[in-house]
């Protein structure tokens, strides 16, 4: 079974690039983050396209921001919109959906930003965090995975540059603490376990030239469960998806789990356009 998690950054603006990929990728489980479309719109727009190409989905969208959606076309049982008593701001967003396919409970996810350390917003982004936690304890089942926008790189090895992002959201250390105790309860960070000092990045900033520099973000994470990670047997970041015509500037997340289509090929595909170089030079922007 391949699983897939993607923030495509507006479903409507990447429609040129989503059903292609879905074509040549062809998962059998796609998570996807920040659809920023209506439940309606959504239908509209990608009902038909998705039933002829033998996928049901799940979707829990606002319009204009966040929305996130699952895509199976290994069944789609017990859906779950949203988390239980999950934090609003000041209501509760379209950030999670979750269901059961091909026998595995699947949490799509996209965490809040969180902007600002200390900020309303970075506490909302720690408690939404507490509230995920909450739900993959309760809901339970052995065979899990979380798969979304995380919006948390989990160490400096997962930024170009650790003195870039002194100071700013997704690597304080509450965040990424708040991050391990979702681990704790029986998470493996799938990517990582399985290139543990590669260079790995999901997210490039538009701005900068940062994409074709490599200089980015790995906070679009794949976490299983023990009975689901040890059937992994390739993942990888599509970055082929983030070149071109108007792409999201997220790349897709793939994990093939009891057989590799496409081999074992490589924590990125293809590798980076630029190598590391001087990244101390590169000032970040100072906002996403």
């Known amino acids: 079974m391949r699983v897939a998690t993607w923030n495509v950054n507006s479903v409507k603006q990447r429609m040129p690039r989503l059903l292609p990929w879905l074509d040549q990728r062809r998962p059998d ?4 983050q920040e659809t920023k479309l209506a439940d309606d719109a959504f239908d509209e727009l990608l009902g038909e396209e998705l039933s002829s190409r033998g996928y049901a989905y799940a979707r829990h969208g606002e319009g204009q921001w966040n929305g996130v959606a699952i895509l199976s076309r290994v069944g789609l049982d017990d859906t779950l919109i949203g988390i239980p008593d999950v934090p ?12 059961t396919c091909g026998g595995v409970r ?16 970075y506490r909302y982004k720690l408690d939404w965090i507490a509230a995920l936690r909450k739900l993959v304890v309760a809901d339970g089942p052995e065979a899990a995975m979380v798969c979304g926008d995380m919006n948390v790189a989990p160490t400096d090895l997962d930024v170009f540059d650790p003195e870039a992002y002194v100071g700013q959201t997704h690597v304080t250390p509450l965040e990424r603490a708040a991050l391990a105790e979702l681990q704790e309860r029986g998470l493996r960070d799938v990517v990582r376990e399985r290139w543990p000092i590669e260079r790995v990045f999901t997210y490039w900033d538009y701005r900068a030239g940062m994409f074709h520099q490599d200089l980015g973000m790995r906070i679009d994470l794949v976490l299983a469960t023990d009975t689901v990670a040890d059937r992994v047997r390739a993942a990888w970041v599509d970055r082929q ?12 997340v793939v994990v093939d789990l ?18 590391a170089g001087n990244r101390s030079s590169v000032k970040l922007p100072q906002s996403r």
Request: charged share 20%.
């Open 258 to 275: 009891d057989e590799a289509p496409d081999g074992d090929i490589g924590p990125v595909v293809p590798p980076p356009s630029a190598s």
């Open 29 to 32: 489980v796609l998570s996807l």
């Open 241 to 252: 998806a983030r070149k071109g015509t108007k792409p999201s500037d997220h790349a897709p």
């Open 106 to 121: 699947v949490h799509c996810v996209y965490v809040p930003n969180g902007r600002l350390p200390d900020s309303e917003h």
């Open 88 to 99: 609003g701001f000041p209501h509760p967003e379209a950030r999670a959906v979750s269901a």
